[in-house]
């Protein structure tokens, strides 16, 4: 970090962002603390409950410990047109969307570039576990973080080099306890915070639920098998997504998983696993890190984010690419981002068609 | 630092700390007991009374010392409650006031929130169709966000013609415009020692003679009975001493009001967009920033060192749109999310504004697209 004047630090009050920050004090850097507001918490669970005003506290909390300025950002109406009105829609129609990817670009960071403006600082640091490298032709790389259980860089494909030049991720070559043994080392307040591993606004990991509050009604239909008959009847297409087995609720037979959902008609299809293999993918809405490759590539595809990647030839098309693994992939399924590596390194991503 | 934010919180004198200093090593004592050491300590809370009641004109009797402003409002409000079906009110009060008058609407007494259009208070005329023995009427005398001045005197004119109970929450005005509660012919008053220079936790309702008040706690006969609990000596005789400055800060305003014309022509200049034009002290200057939202402003002056607020209520730092800006300008949303409050005192230098004034510059040049 040459030439830093300001640096706004993302604090979403836990863990990783608030070690980050206390890195970078540790550092010596000029530091701004930002909590944005995105979703009001609802619901009695405790840990996880999107921006709950105890994050807020904790954010504050540590900000004051660390010295530095703290404030909350309200981004709600942002939020929920470029983030929760398309995750409803998304899954309406069949898909099991990926909301982090466009939080990350058309909410968060996007937000934060402009509040850093405003603030007259100079780069924005977050807690994700990604790398960033200076290329020999000067473009900027992304990689994964060094710890490949927390690695975040799935996350991050779809951000343009303008926002990546701005980043600075403190936690990039750290583990997780590493995370926690920096924060306990420099006194982070919330250092032993339990983590969420949902999505931020669906805490209890509900999506129909969710679903049922925030949009139209989730579409109920009837549970088919791949020839058409009719094996029973589901409460809401939003409550599935590929390669499920539970809460079918299908009495004997053998263990079914979802291999498709129809939107036009809310069918549920099922059936063996063995039919949820596919060699093949196409992604939509792609972007390139360091700008569109020319030729066909070989590469790691990763399809979710605990999905480790799987060895393929990707060949851009015109705003997507297409994939084909050389071992056939366990449920490919549509709305997921789809992540081109080359060993450590983010090539570019798109969505599943 | 550069310090505009006095609506918030006036700075404390150094009268003010130094009487808090030296009142400290006795005013620990309980003064409801009768030993010397609490004899001490109501010495000196008995003082703070008589400065209190003096700089609003009251007699010591009548003044009930509070916990703070909000507590003096909702002791008012609900204190004159009792036996009250209607309660008329404007729909740009401080939450002490809105939501005090809020819970005795879902209590079932019947709310009339007049409206303040463009910072335009209720005319008397607009009042009286409401009035009648069986209402109270619960406004502020001076706005918190914009600095609109009611016209309190007359609305007390109509509430004794109609036979109404009238509560005044006088927190802004006190210090700003002068304040005689034997003149103005109310049923209670709210101030609070904050605004003028005194600790956060110190307040006090006056009321008038011979009506009784309901206390919002059990617990005491403290304060006639009036307010159970020990009473925080130490924050009154800071709230004493803070009173005994009013006059100063009466004779300063028309030099407040001139460097608030000052900053406020300066960024009408840069394009700031002033909201409540209406009669309004010479205190505050609040100003809507298209292209801006209130609190992001407000951030960024921070991080130049300018001290100012948005005026909205805050909890947990999350600021939402003011809801007196918004109820001013109901066909101008946009006016309520990207407001800021600035907010003098005569401690406010020429050279205050002039530097707060170059901050605005330097950081509206970097808004926009």
């Known amino acids: ?353 | 630092m550069i310090y505009l934010d006095h609506h918030a919180a006036a700075p404390a004198p150094e009268t003010v700390r130094r009487a808090m200093q030296e009142a400290a090593t006795v005013a620990w004592a309980n003064p409801s007991s009768t030993h010397a050491a609490g004899r001490a300590s109501r010495r000196l809370l008995e003082a703070a009374r008589d400065d209190v009641a003096k700089s609003i004109g009251a007699t010591a009797a009548d003044v009930v010392l509070t916990g703070g402003g909000t507590e003096a409002c909702n002791l008012g409000i609900r204190g004159l409650a009792a036996g009250r079906v209607r309660v008329v009110t404007s729909q740009v009060e401080h939450p002490a006031v809105a939501q005090s008058v809020g819970r005795l609407g879902t209590e079932g007494r019947e709310v009339i929130a007049l409206s303040v259009v463009e910072g335009q208070p209720p005319s008397p005329a607009q009042l009286a169709p409401h009035l009648g023995p069986d209402t109270l009427v619960a406004v502020q005398w001076v706005n918190h966000e914009t600095g609109t001045v009611f016209p309190i005197h007359e609305y007390a004119q109509a509430c004794r013609q109609h036979q109404a109970h009238l509560f005044v929450d006088a927190t802004q005005a006190l210090g700003k415009v002068p304040v005689d509660v034997g003149a103005l012919g109310a049923d209670a008053v709210a101030i609070a020692a904050q605004k003028i220079g005194g600790p956060a936790g110190a307040g006090a309702c006056w009321v008038r003679r011979g009506l009784e008040l309901q206390p919002l706690l059990d617990g005491g006969l403290q304060e006639r009975g009036r307010r159970p609990g020990t009473p925080d000596t130490l924050s009154m005789v800071g709230f004493g001493a803070a009173c005994r400055s009013i006059g100063d800060r009466l004779a300063g305003q028309p030099r407040v009001t001139e460097l608030r014309d000052r900053i406020e022509a300066t960024l009408v200049q840069l394009g700031a967009v002033p909201n409540g034009r209406a009669p309004r002290t010479g205190t505050v200057s609040n100003l809507s920033f298209q292209g801006w939202k209130g609190p992001l402003l407000a951030a960024a002056l921070d991080l130049e060192g300018v001290c100012l607020s948005t005026g909205a209520a805050c909890s947990s730092g999350l600021q939402e749109p003011s809801a007196v800006i918004r109820a001013m300008y109901p066909d101008e949303q946009w006016r309520a999310g990207s407001a800021v409050r600035i907010s003098l005192g005569i401690e406010t230098t020429e050279r205050d504004i002039e530097t707060a004034s170059g901050a605005f510059r330097q950081i509206l040049a970097r808004g926009g697209a």
């Open chain 1, 1 to 353: 970090m040459s030439e830093v004047k300001r640096v706004l630090v993302a604090m979403s009050g836990g863990v990783d962002s608030s070690v980050a920050a206390a890195l970078l004090r540790e550092a010596g850097h000029d530091l701004i603390g930002v909590t944005l507001h995105l979703w009001d918490a609802d619901g009695e669970q405790q840990v996880g409950r999107c921006c709950a005003p105890e994050d807020r506290d904790d954010a504050r909390r540590t900000c004051e410990h660390l010295g530095i300025p703290h404030y909350v950002l309200d981004e709600r109406e942002a939020f929920r047109k470029n983030v929760i009105d398309p995750f409803v829609a998304e899954y309406q129609a069949g898909r099991t969307p990926i909301p982090c990817v466009s939080c990350n670009r058309t909410v968060k960071l996007t937000y934060l570039a402009d509040v850093a403006r405003r603030f007259d600082a100079t780069h924005i640091a977050t807690g994700h576990y990604a790398r960033l490298e200076r290329a020999p032709h000067g473009k900027l790389r992304l990689l994964r973080g060094r710890d490949d259980e927390k690695d975040q860089s799935y996350f991050l494909f779809g951000l343009p080099q303008s926002t990546l030049e701005t980043l600075v991720f403190p936690l990039g070559e750290l583990t997780k306890s590493e995370v926690r043994k920096a924060g306990r080392r420099l006194g982070v307040p919330n250092a032993d915070k339990p983590e969420s591993m949902e999505l931020c606004f669906v805490p209890d990991g509900r999506v129909g639920d969710f679903i049922n509050r925030e949009g139209t009604p989730t579409i109920s239909g009837d549970i088919v098998d791949p020839a058409g008959t009719v094996l029973g009847r589901h409460e809401g297409v939003a409550n599935f997504t590929r390669g499920q087995r539970r809460g079918l609720g299908l009495g004997g037979g053998g263990t079914r998983y979802v291999l498709r959902i129809v939107p036009d008609t809310a069918e549920v299809v099922v059936g063996d696993e063995s039919q949820l293999y596919d060699r093949q993918l196409i992604a939509t809405d792609a972007h390139w890190v360091g700008g569109r490759p020319a030729d066909a590539l070989r590469g790691e595809v990763r399809i979710r984010y605990r999905h480790r990647g799987a060895l393929a030839d990707v060949t851009p098309t015109g705003h997507g690419f297409k994939v084909r693994f050389d071992e056939p992939q366990r449920a490919i399924t549509p709305g997921q981002a789809a992540v081109v590596y080359r060993g450590d390194e983010v090539i570019g991503g798109g969505f599943i068609a």
